[in-house]
């Protein structure tokens, strides 16, 4: 079926939409609602068999949807109405929440429901969630009305006050900053943490500090510092501890606000953010390999079970500046100083890695030196995973994960990833070659004709697909707040069998014929040959993408690439996954 894709950005879950819609064999294109485009224009071009807006901040007009079907996806339950749906939710502290599929109509989120379904609300930021237990449920949604749409016969059903749990429909305003506003003196730490998680990516809680006006993004709850409340008390791996009137919360992100007629303001660490208005504070950054209690917040710990190792990470928005590369590489070499078998690289849940920190590298005094810095940092993580011996590490996928971030993955003997993730392996719509051994690692995945072609097209790529491509070795089908306890399950069983020691004494031969025949360093230095060469050009189309990413400048049409119909993925259906499935033991395809 000829489906067309109407939303605001193409962000994580129209990526996902699009990837899964494609593999279950629909012809599928892009149009992205925007303020100097015809979207009526565009729909008559595509002439589609169905609309879906995954993701949509304006309403379908209304010559659009009297012409064609149209489905929007609300991220609410039958009955919730507004735009900011999920804000809402974890402001007031829901447990379930839900996701509805509903037909355009004159009404926003009022239209007939083709399909609902509810999820947990974990006490996680908004970001991660809509990423997460958000996402699934929209996804089943999406699938189900599109396979009701399809059969012909299903009739939506009426939003019915009297058949929903709360027979009152709730449409509520846009949550402003008068209602997220935090009252240091009187908000205890869990009313902080609330206010926080509802804002975490955007907008941010908008707060004082200096007297000047920020925005507050993320929170994590501090279990043993105290001070005054609203004071700031210590740093940690780029973030500020600020007290509570019971606690206190680390703050991993700032953002100045923008004045009139002054240049746009972006999301830093916070300590980076503040730079020399920040007072002397102890510095509370674990060295080593960080052995905090799990109550404690950090964005890299490690833990053992047994025989196997856990390194786990968690970057704001998946991006690793030089500082956090460095700290992770420190942080990996000790972890190999183990003695462990196995070692699992990743987090608990949502992001893996999107490669280099563009916000940082935009702060800095001169980009191209910092983008510079910033790649030969991730290139010798990359290069410290790939010629590590001694043990077999797994990459374990919790969510998303972008260029170097699955670069770095693929560095690894083995790629475990939850169902729910979505890949995207390529880099040229940042105008970037692209490093991190790519040239090495992803030919020797997938070969160099699907290398090639992931390249090129540059579209996200579904777990599932990527299963079927040989890009991961397993699909873990389970919710995010589970993937950590199936993986850690999965690999004591790894380290447990027999032939894991052999695959580790194989290592090191498979590496010594590899430097001989066609040396790591030599990928190294022809990406970086490519990589210099774009930095150092000040008219290299990476400056203008990266500025207008951080800024976040609106796009003036929709992607020559996104446009396009893209065809059912080319790759075989792979087989069924299970959650239990013992992790193989030979080498995943095309290695």
């Not at 940092?377 to 374990?396: C, P, Q």
């Not at 001989?516 to 990406?527: K, M, N």
Request: with cysteine; glycine share 8%; charged share 20%.
């Amino acid at each position: 079926m000829h489906i067309l894709l109407v939303a605001s950005a193409f962000n994580s879950l129209t990526q996902r939409v699009h990837a899964e819609l494609r593999d279950r064999g629909h012809a599928v294109a892009v149009e992205l609602a925007l303020p100097d485009a015809s979207l009526p224009d565009a729909v008559r071009r595509h002439a589609p068999r169905l609309v879906l807006a995954p993701m949509l901040r304006t309403a379908i007009p209304e010559d659009v949807w009297t012409a064609y079907p149209c489905l929007v996806v609300h991220p609410g339950p039958v009955g919730d109405r507004g735009p900011s749906s999920l804000d809402w939710a974890i402001h007031e502290g829901h447990d379930v929440w839900g996701v509805t599929v509903l037909q355009a109509d004159a009404e926003m989120d009022a239209g007939d429901v083709w399909a609902s379904v509810p999820c947990p609300v974990p006490p996680v930021g908004k970001s991660d969630l809509y990423r997460g237990e958000i996402a699934d449920a929209a996804l089943r949604a999406v699938l189900l009305a599109v396979d009701r749409f399809a059969g012909g016969t299903y009739v939506p059903r009426r939003q019915d006050p009297a058949a929903t749990a709360d027979p009152r429909p709730r449409t509520r305003p846009y949550l402003d900053q008068g209602v997220r506003r935090i009252d240091w003196a009187e908000d205890s730490t869990r009313t902080v943490l609330r206010k926080l998680r509802a804002a975490d990516s955007q907008p941010g809680v908008l707060d004082v500090l200096f007297g000047e006006e920020w925005y507050l993004h993320g929170g994590h709850p501090e279990p043993v510092l105290r001070g005054h409340p609203g004071a700031l008390l210590a740093t940690r791996a780029g973030a500020v501890c600020r007290a509570t009137t019971d606690g206190a919360v680390w703050i991993p992100e700032l953002r100045l606000r923008r004045l009139r007629g002054a240049p746009p303001t972006f999301k830093l660490p916070a300590v980076r953010a503040l730079g020399d208005r920040l007072p002397a504070l102890p510095d509370h950054t674990p060295e080593g390999l960080p052995d905090l209690p799990e109550s404690a917040w950090t964005d890299i710990r490690y833990r053992e079970d047994g025989t196997v190792g856990f390194l786990s990470f968690s970057f704001p928005g998946g991006a690793l500046s030089t500082e956090q590369c460095r700290r992770l590489l420190d942080a990996y070499r000790k972890a190999c100083e183990r003695p462990t078998s196995v070692l699992v690289l990743g987090g608990a849940r949502d992001f893996f890695c999107n490669g280099i920190h563009l916000n940082v590298i935009e702060a800095a005094a001169d980009p191209a030196a910092e983008s510079w810095a910033n790649i030969n940092a991730v290139d010798d993580l990359v290069e410290a995973v790939l010629t590590t011996t001694d043990r077999l590490v797994v990459a374990a996928v919790a969510g998303n994960a972008a260029a170097g971030g699955v670069m770095l993955a693929l560095a690894a003997d083995e790629v475990w990833c939850r169902s729910g993730a979505v890949l995207n392996p390529h880099y040229r719509l940042m105008g970037l070659y692209g490093s991190e051994y790519w040239t090495h690692t992803l030919p020797r995945r997938v070969g160099p004709v699907a290398a090639a072609r992931l390249m090129s097209e540059a579209l996200p790529v579904s777990a599932a697909a990527a299963l079927g491509l040989g890009l991961v070795d397993r699909v873990v089908e389970c919710a995010p707040d589970a993937f950590a306890a199936e993986v850690a399950q999965r690999a004591a069983r790894l380290a447990a069998l027999p032939a894991t020691a052999d695959r580790v004494t194989a290592k090191k031969a498979d590496l010594d014929r590899l430097q001989t025949l066609t040396p790591l360093a030599g990928f190294r230095e022809r990406e970086l040959a490519r990589m210099r060469e774009t930095f150092d050009d000040p008219h290299a189309s990476y400056h203008a993408l990266r500025r207008a990413f951080v800024h976040k400048k609106r796009l003036t049409g929709t992607p020559p690439h996104l446009a396009r119909v893209a065809p059912a993925a080319p790759h075989p259906s792979p087989p069924a996954v299970t959650g239990m499935a013992l992790p193989g033991v030979s080498p995943g395809p095309n290695r």
